[in-house]
């Protein structure tokens, strides 16, 4: 509500500051060449003026005003009774501000609906002062601006610079986030630390958060198990479907197919792509996982179980197949048609031509192609629960039931769960040692790929 | 080796999809000499070349007619396999395209797909004849394992001949391989073209006229995909009968 009005204002502001600029800016033309940049270059100027400031007012003052409201609203005499422990009063300031927001909301602590009405006033009060300082600041962006409205101010390149910082904070908004996201996890991780030691983490075979109480806590978060299922299944299972399947229809597409052909396969190939992985999911779930139980019933196996490593690892292949096979082709077709020609003119076969000097040149591309695939393959989530088993299980028989880091991490997190208990941290630690993988995977793999690209530019 | 004729030509025609690029070219090419094409760009010559050792099969839409014959043999019927006329018609390029793989391999990759060589010993002979009759060995020797890549243009385009020696042509097909050199490098590769001539025959297209005279022992004149004048060089230089001839010759045009 509050950011709609603020907006509004601001935008008002800044189209009535354009429309005087302007005008004021006109009535300076004495003829070509008198000023430096056109009036409606002076108009946006001090659009601007009046936008940016107000609006990064707004920001700070987003940011600080709740702090502030909850002040206020326990300096109320009502507030001594609120409970010393932190997480309680944030948990009742919180109902406070549902109460306050929607007064038929029905609050759990009767407190909360002692402290609505302080709450409502301490909010309104605050709102004023903000909307104050918003509209102090765009008037004092825009009297600014408007003293430099003379025939020699460059306006146009100011425009530009403003221009050029808007999209800077554009881009910045979205690393911010990157950097907000890891911080958490980071921070989250580090209070799961404090609990079982990151060495029994990391090294640990035995897994069963649900267990974890008392003394013997560092035993049951040994994470290998979820890291092995994860690296079974994403890198090596999947991998082996991917990897000859996506080479062999890149090199398909990209050496034998004729224009004809490729004109359907490379779009159909494409659609993989696009299936949403929870779609494959129950693909897994219901055709392919039983299908293999019931393979592994006829191999004599005593009572099979419905989710295995393979039927999440086949599925999770197919669905990587368009990848590799799009990085492959990528990289094959940058190997120049020189190359090629070369061998065939020395009388090479196409397929000989293909292994000895189309692939060996594409193969630092390939690479990276795979290895991207890898660090979306163990990223994935819905099929491994759809598909895997929840069992954590440090084992090489592929029609076992296995879990996977993504898994754990779902399961972690969903349903009602204690926020600072062990067991709910500890997906964050599994989300970060995820992280941090993909991103090493994917730092090589753009490497490999630059280093790739220069070589034949 | 005597003036035999090696490879001749009737009445072909390539055409790219509806565009005819040669029309009606009739030509015979002989052994022990080398021979030029000139013309103007997109005169065909570069294409009717690639029709020589079927490379134009691998544009798909790429169709030739009529009769090209090696030692007699139609190199477009039905039993000919383009593989094993590849081998016996090799082919350098107009950029010099060396393997991605050391030098010593560069070479051996042409004879042990054919299955030349036998054992080591012998491989290593290959490569070293190669190398030596492209006039490349005494340059090469200590460092044939270095990558072919990191050679120089000119270096690079006589490893791309060796390479195309070591599998013992017959003929030997070079589109325009001096036009990305400096003109040391390219004295160099006239140079080898005149020491490799008695044992191949070489047909060569360029654009520069200057290198037609210096090289060739004859010339063909295409233009528009007609093959104009095909003669002695000698006699075409200096003497040629029909007036297009001439006028390229003398620059009018090209």
Redesign the interface.
């Known amino acids: 509500m509050l950011i709609a009005v603020v907006l509004a204002v601001v935008a008002g502001l800044g189209l009535i500051g354009w429309y005087t600029a302007r005008a004021k800016a006109r009535l300076l033309y004495t003829g070509r060449g008198s000023m430096r940049a056109t009036a409606n270059y002076h108009g946006l100027h001090l659009a601007l003026w009046i936008a940016i400031p107000a609006l990064i007012a707004f920001a700070v003052w987003t940011a600080v005003s709740p702090g502030l409201v909850n002040e206020a609203v326990l300096a109320d005499p009502a507030a001594q009774m609120l409970p010393a422990s932190d997480m309680e009063r944030a948990s009742i300031l919180a109902e406070a501000r549902a109460v306050a927001s929607d007064p038929s909301t029905v609050a759990f602590n009767p407190l909360a609906n002692r402290l609505a009405e302080p709450m409502r006033s301490a909010q309104t009060q605050f709102g004023f002062i903000g909307i104050a300082l918003v509209l102090i600041c765009a008037l004092a962006g825009g009297g600014y601006a408007w003293t430099r409205i003379r025939a020699d101010f460059p306006a146009r390149s100011r425009v530009e610079r403003g221009i050029m910082l808007l999209l800077l904070a554009a881009s910045l908004i979205a690393i911010l986030t990157t950097v907000g996201i890891v911080a958490s996890l980071v921070f989250e991780t580090a209070l799961f630390f404090r609990d079982v030691s990151p060495w029994s983490f990391l090294t640990g075979t035995h897994w069963s958060p649900g267990n974890a109480i008392g003394a013997d806590i560092d035993d049951n978060f040994g994470a290998v198990p979820l890291f092995w299922g994860t690296i079974y299944i994403g890198a090596i299972i999947a991998m082996i479907i991917a990897i000859p399947l996506g080479l062999m229809s890149a090199i398909y597409l990209t050496q034998y197919a004729d224009a004809k052909v490729r004109r359907w396969t490379k779009p159909a190939l494409e659609i993989l792509a696009g299936v949403p992985t929870v779609v494959y999911g129950y693909f897994a779930a219901l055709t392919i996982a039983p299908a293999i139980r019931d393979f592994a019933a006829s191999l004599g196996y005593q009572n099979p179980s419905t989710e295995s490593a393979l039927a999440a690892g086949l599925v999770m292949g197919v669905m990587i197949i368009p990848f590799v096979s799009s990085m492959a082709d990528d990289s094959i077709a940058a190997v120049p048609r020189a190359m090629s020609d070369g061998s065939l003119a020395m009388g090479a076969t196409r397929s000989e031509t293909i292994k000895k000097v189309v692939l060996p040149a594409a193969l630092p591309g390939i690479v990276a192609g795979v290895m991207l695939a890898v660090s979306r393959a163990i990223g994935e989530t819905m099929i491994v629960v759809m598909a895997a088993g929840a069992t954590a299980r440090l084992t090489a028989d592929p029609l076992a039931s296995m879990t996977t880091v993504t898994y754990q991490i779902v399961q972690m997190l969903t349903g009602d769960q204690e926020f600072d208990s062990p067991k709910t941290l500890s997906a964050f630690a599994l989300g970060l040692v995820l992280f941090i993988v993909t991103l090493i995977l994917n730092i090589i793999a753009l490497r490999v790929v630059k280093r790739f690209r220069e070589a034949y530019e | 080796m005597t003036n035999e004729t090696k490879m001749t030509a009737r009445h072909v025609d390539v055409f790219y999809g509806d565009k005819k690029a040669i029309d009606d070219v009739s030509i015979d090419i002989d052994n022990g000499i080398v021979t030029a094409f000139i013309g103007p760009s997109g005169c065909g010559k570069s294409t009717f070349l690639r029709s020589l050792?079927r490379?134009n099969d691998?544009i798909?839409i790429a169709r030739v007619t009529g009769e090209i014959k090696l030692d007699g043999d139609d190199i477009y019927a039905s039993g000919m396999d383009p593989?094993?006329?590849?081998?016996?018609v090799?082919?350098v390029?107009q950029?010099p395209?060396?393997?991605?793989?050391s030098i010593y391999e560069n070479i051996a990759?042409?004879p042990r797909?054919?299955g030349i060589a036998q054992g080591k010993a012998d491989m290593d002979a290959i490569v070293e004849k190669a190398l030596t009759r492209a006039g490349l060995w005494q340059e090469v020797k200590d460092r044939l394992t270095d990558a072919g890549t990191a050679l120089s243009g000119g270096q690079q385009q006589r490893l791309?001949i060796a390479?195309?020696i070591a599998?013992s042509p017959e003929v030997i097909l070079m589109d325009e391989p001096c036009s990305a050199l400096d003109p040391i490098a390219t004295a160099r590769i006239e140079e080898l073209i005149e020491d490799l001539k008695n044992r191949y025959a070489i047909v060569i297209v360029t654009h520069s006229m200057q290198q037609a005279a210096r090289v060739s022992q004859r010339t063909a004149f295409f233009h528009l995909g007609n093959l104009v004048e095909y003669g002695d060089t000698e006699q075409v230089f200096q003497n040629p009968q029909e007036t297009r001839t001439k006028d390229y010759i003398t620059g009018r045009y090209g």
């Open positions: 050792n490379m691998t798909p593989v094993a006329l590849r081998a016996r090799g082919m390029f950029k395209n060396p393997f991605p793989k990759y042409g797909i054919h791309c390479r195309a599998v």
